[in-house]
C-alpha cells in the first residue's frame, strides 16, 4: 500500500514510518523539518502541509492512505501560526484527502482532548465530546483540529476516517508530554494530589498507528496500553524525586523558582486524572501492547 505520512520527522512519525516500511508499504513522507538519517526507501518531501506543493505531493503520488501527525504540540507559547498549522493544516490534509482519491485517513490525537476535572468519569469513552478547551484554552485548537477531523465521518463518507486519541508516550527517544514533565531530578507535584496516569511505550503507539492502517478502521477510537499508574509512582520508578507543593504556590511560580513552564490550564492535569477506555479498538483490531508499566517507564530511565 502507498501511504502518506505528515509530520513524519517528529519522534512518532519515524517509528511509525519505519514500522510501515518493515511491513512492505510504500512510505511517502512530508514535514516541515529535515530527517537526515531516514530509512531506505522513504520518499521526503521537506513542505509545509497548508502549502501548495504539499498538495503536490498528494497530487502526484495518490496514496491509498494518509496518516496526519503535523500538529504543533508544545503548550508554553501560544502563536497565530501554531493555531493556522494545527487547525488549517488538518483542515489541507482532509480535503487533500478527499480531492485526490485516498481511501483512508488517520489522524493521530491525544487523550488529554477530553479533559481533567474534578468531576470526570473514571474512564472516557469515545462517545464523549472533547472538553479541555474550556479548562485549558492552550488546547483549544488541538481539540478544534481533532473535531474538524471527526467531521471527515459524514463529510466524506468514503473515506475510511479514524481519529485516534492516544495516550502519553514515553520511551527512550526521552520527547513527549510526560517525558519532558520528567526530565529534571526533581518533579513537583500539587500537595494533595496524585491522579492516575495513562501512558503507553512510544514503540506500542507506532505500532497501534499501524495496527488501525492494517483493519481500515473507521470512527473515534481511544488508543492506550498498560494500567494507568499514579504519578508519584512514575515519578519514582523514573529514578526521579516527587515534591509536592500548594497548589498557590504552583501556580504563583510556574517558569520559575524551578518550577516548570506550564500554563495555568495544565494544573488540572496534575490534579485529576484522564483515563480512557480503549475497548473499542482492541475489540476492532485485536491490539495488545508489548510493554507493559515497568518496563516502558525502564526504557525511558535507561535511555542515555
Avoid at 496514496?63 to 502563536?79: E, F, G, W
Avoid at 468531576?119 to 485548537?141: C, K, Q, V
Avoid at 479514524?162 to 517525558?179: D, E, F
Amino acid at each position: 500500500m502507498k501511504v502518506l505520512v505528515t509530520g513524519i520527522a517528529g519522534k512518532l512519525g519515524r517509528l511509525t514510518a519505519r514500522k510501515l516500511i518493515d511491513a512492505g508499504h510504500q512510505v511517502i513522507g512530508i514535514d516541515r523539518r529535515a530527517w537526515p538519517d531516514s530509512p531506505e526507501g522513504l520518499e521526503l518531501y521537506q513542505v509545509d502541509i497548508r502549502k501548495r506543493p504539499a498538495e503536490d505531493v498528494f497530487r502526484t503520488h495518490r496514496p491509498d492512505a494518509a496518516i496526519h501527525m503535523a500538529t504543533v504540540t508544545h503548550l508554553v507559547h501560544r502563536s497565530p501560526d501554531r493555531m493556522r498549522v494545527n487547525l488549517y493544516g488538518t483542515r489541507a490534509f482532509i480535503h487533500h484527502c478527499h480531492n485526490y482519491g485516498v481511501k483512508q485517513a488517520i489522524f493521530v490525537g491525544r487523550h488529554t482532548y477530553y479533559g481533567a476535572a474534578a468531576d470526570s468519569p473514571l474512564y472516557h469513552t469515545e462517545d464523549e465530546p472533547p472538553m479541555s478547551a474550556h479548562t485549558f484554552p492552550e488546547l483549544a485548537d488541538l481539540v478544534a483540529a481533532d473535531l474538524y477531523a471527526a467531521s471527515a465521518l459524514w463529510r466524506y463518507p468514503e473515506i475510511a476516517t479514524c481519529v485516534l486519541r492516544m495516550v502519553y508516550t514515553l520511551g527512550p527517544s526521552k520527547h513527549g508530554t510526560l517525558a519532558a514533565f520528567l526530565e529534571g531530578p526533581t518533579v513537583p507535584l500539587i500537595m494533595g494530589f496524585d491522579p492516575l496516569f495513562h501512558f503507553m511505550h512510544e514503540q506500542d503507539a507506532a505500532k497501534a498507528i499501524v495496527t488501525a492502517l492494517t483493519h481500515k478502521l473507521h470512527g473515534i477510537f481511544n488508543v492506550s496500553g498498560p494500567t494507568p499508574v499514579p504519578l508519584s509512582t512514575i515519578v519514582r520508578a523514573a529514578g526521579r524525586r516527587p515534591l509536592p507543593i500548594p497548589a498557590v504556590l504552583f501556580k504563583a511560580g510556574l517558569g520559575r523558582l524551578g518550577l516548570p513552564n506550564l500554563p495555568a490550564g495544565a494544573l488540572d492535569h496534575l490534579r485529576y486524572p484522564i483515563v480512557v477506555d480503549s475497548d473499542a479498538f482492541r475489540r476492532a483490531t485485536g491490539y495488545r501492547h508489548d510493554y507493559d508499566e515497568r518496563e516502558t517507564i525502564n526504557a525511558f530511565r535507561t535511555a542515555d
